[in-house]
């Protein structure tokens, strides 16, 4: 190693000498060095720029800080590492490790961030937001207030209104508020044109009603200033928010009743009374999330059967696949069967099946009324394979069964062979049976190789979500729970469900599972590296 | 592949004629094994054989596809591509192919640099990418389908509801999957071989894509294929991204079709299953040896 370093030449070849003293040390300088191969990088890393300096401009516009923040940093590491001659492994790091940085990493981070809070359906937001949402959500028609003539303008596809205000022209949509338009044509006190936008008439507007009705054009961006809303397309009227808040002591009041209310703990502003305005906001909740799965008496029953039922079908999926595929592995290990070949190659036909395909006709085949199990194997039976709690559990695991056994077949195959003859044929000399062998030899050499195996199949399994959701989508459900969640649920499935499937999403419970889950999964890979000794290899 | 199958079968056949027993005691000894390997396939071919005639029964609904091969019709194969099934199968092909892509470039670079350079943090780095690997990416789904949400504001061409943002999150995975599979393979590849091409005055680049790339070409395919079967059967994230019908992937887009039990048309979905089964059953059985090998080394079929 040291020898061949002493051979390399001092510099590459193609360096002639310096030219300048101040170049003397640049021989593979790019400015004089232009290769196909740095066009190419120069080609991607101007591109990777221009989309890094287009996300920082939008960043900037929406005001997305931690996305503009990354943005910078990356660009910066970018550019530094592809134009510096030091950073080589870097070069082929980043553009991995940049993925792996956000899309795992810090997914990862986020989703024990979001455990903490109370981020959902009603709090998905900040506090600026739902003080927004708030005092849209509460404007009336303002008593009294004068009507204004409006006109109904459209651009692009983007409905707005254009009326006459104190004589000016103004023309806002829902996105903008009401902006001067001072080249509008004014006739009487109706706007009848303005320019880059197109009037609709009677006809386009009773086709857009619905959309009209509903539109809400602000005074400004201050919610609190209201909006003009128009019923019949040609009339305005002015909407106030009857709850008005106050910035300075952080309260809404309502100006009807007179009734204040104070930002709670729990991210909502709550009235003496009790009576609670939405949408709230995001706030931490501390540990609230990973107790309620204990202490909600609707949740815990049936997050304690999941979490068993989760633990039982990994468990005895890998113990079923397994005793399945080490059996007939064993039953074809014998050189002197006719058409071993063709027997592996269609046993493994399950396998190669994707596995999602093979879960959704299962499903059909297990249909109680119509299924192919029922009507013709069994002579028009009626048994709810997939809609009663014990039977369907037994089906997800037969199912699994069936998809999983020629993976163990195979595996076990390779070791089997592993094992030297010699071995067996000394034991089989020393008078052991065929039970002895098994027991004593051919099972604690084969586990050798298979359990770290066995070990990741149970993780793969503690979390196929795949599988129950495309065969009974967790079901036959439970009664009663806050969350759908049903018999045959996963941990991972009720995580889906709790965050995307129970109507009030709850991304802060959904999260604080998925952090158990975690925890779980990380403890079992721990022990499978364990005991590849994987850690020491490196 | 046909010249290893009679390599090896003729010295087989050859001890089975010797020492085969006959009669009774080849029921006993070997003819079982025939009775339970017939058993086991059939019972691993029925679900296979029943989707295929389903697929070919016209206007087919659940009970008219029990009666196998009643008719034979390819009615539903033309239907397929009337409908969204053509787009969800070339998304599927689209975001499988440039996800294979881009984990065998993406990982191949990161096992070259692991491999061949002498960096700080190189140790920390193999241990760190090892610690990722034990957690599934699909298991922060939530958090990926909130990142997305935030993203979609300032790029809302990798936000939610978009192929390219699918891409970019499985993307994500490459590294801490397929790393460390790569790793072991570049380093059985000499390293004089590189010392030699840097003698000649190669660059480094010149050495990973000229030299190393194509040295370790069949792991590379490896991956690439692996990738992509995973990337297919992928349903929880793509689900989670994907909210529009035209942009679904096979697995989401299917699912819709089999779980509609009451106007489900089953037929169609069956002929849908059996297109959408046919790259991955022949690149499965092409590659049932790298795969296997693959899976040892402590990766799971999706």
Redesign the interface.
Known sequence: MTD?QT???PA??EAPGPRSPRRSRGDGSHARNFSA?FVVKLILVALVDALGVY?IL??LA?Q?W??LAFLVLALVAVNWIYFSKRA??????I???L??L???????A??GY?AFTN?GDGHNSTKADAVEAISIQNETRVEGSPTLPLTVVQRDGELGFAVVQDGDAEVGTAEEPFTAADDATVEGERVTAVPGWEVLGFAQIAEQQAAITELRVPFSDDPSEGSVRTQDGSTGYVYQSTLVYDEATDTFTDSATGETYTPSESGNFVSEDGDVLTPGWRVGVGLDNFTRVFTDSRLAGPFAQITVWTFAFAFLSVLTTFAVGLF?AI??N?????G??V?R??????????????A??????L?ER???VN??LLGGADIGWLTSPWLAKLSILMVNL?LGF??MF??CT?ALQAIPADTIEAAKIDGAGAWRIFRSMTLPLLMI?VA??LI??FA?NF?N??LI??LT?GGPNFVGTPVVVGHTDLL?SM??SV??ESGNKQ?GL??AL?IL??IV??AI??VG?RR?R??EE? | MAST?VD??TP??V??RD??PRGRRWWI??GW??V??IV??V???V??V??LS?SLNPGG???G???LFRTIDLQNYRELFEGNYSSWFANSIVICTVTSIGTV???G??A??FSR?R?QG??G???AL?I????????????????LL??G???PMLGLNSRLGLI??Y??????VN?FLMYGFFNTVPRELD?AA??D?A????I?WTIILRLVAPILAVVGLLSF?GT??E??IAK?VLQRPDEFTL?VG??FW??D?RNAR?GL??AG?VL??IP??LL??AL?RYI?SG??A?S???
């Open positions: 061949q051979l390399e030449p590459p070849p191969g996300g939008a960043a929406v997305s931690g996305i080589v492994p870097g070069k082929y790091l553009p991995g490790l993925f792996l956000v899309y795992q990493l810090f997914v990862m986020y989703t979001v981020y007939l039953v074809f014998d050189p002197r069967i006719r071993r070949k027997y190659s269609l046993l493994i036909l399950p396998y190669a099946f994707p596995g999602f395909l093979s959704l006709v299962w499903k059909g085949m249909n119509f299924g192919f009507e013709v069936w020629p993976y195979i595996v390779g190789s770290p195996l990741a199949s793969f979390n979500f795949t959701y495309m989508g991972i995580v889906y965050a995307f991304y959904a999260s998925s889950i975690f999964v990380g890979s721990y590296f590849t994987k850690l490196i | 199958v090896r079968e087989s056949t001890v089975e020492g085969a000894e070997i094994r025939h339970v390997g086991t396939i019972i691993c071919i679900p296979l029943y989707v389903a609904t659940l009970t596809s029990n009666q470039l993406m990982g670079a990161a070259y640099a350079f960096f190189r140790q780095g193999l241990t090892l990722v690997q034990m957690f599934p990416q699909m298991l922060a789904f939530v958090a990926i389908f909130l990142v935030s993203i504001d300032v790029f970019a999150v993307l994500g995975g490459a590294l801490g790393t010392e840097k003698i005055g660059t480094h680049a010149q990973f079967i297919f059967g349903f929880i989670v697995a299917l699912y089999a779980a039990e089953w979905f069956a299953a959408a089964a991955v059953v499965f059985l049932q296997v899976l040892t402590g799971v079929k999706g």
